[in-house]
């Protein structure tokens, strides 16, 4: 069975939006490790930012699924 068109738009957005918060948190890390505030803070923004989008991803991912019943994995 295949996924649906936009099963696999909402897929590819969650697999975006958790390697975007993979590559904030390791900045995040390098900057608390060289004692850059500015840039740790800016980064701690950016990460707030990323989680709020990624918990709208998936939550649009889990009701297209309930109100379509697409495939899953």
């Known amino acids: ?3 649906c068109p936009v099963y696999e738009e909402l897929e590819s957005e969650v697999l975006l939006v958790l390697e ?5 948190t390791t900045k995040q ?4 490790q ?3 505030q500015p840039l740790f803070m800016r980064l701690d923004r950016q990460l707030e930012n ?5 918990e709208r991803t998936i939550g649009a991912l889990r009701q297209h699924v309930r ?3 697409c495939f899953t994995r």
């Open 1 to 3: 069975m295949s996924k």
């Open 20 to 24: 975007q918060l993979v590559d904030l």
């Open 34 to 36: 060289a004692a850059n």
């Open 50 to 54: 990323t989680v709020g989008r990624k």
């Open 67 to 69: 109100d379509h019943k």
């Open 29 to 32: 890390l390098d900057a608390f």
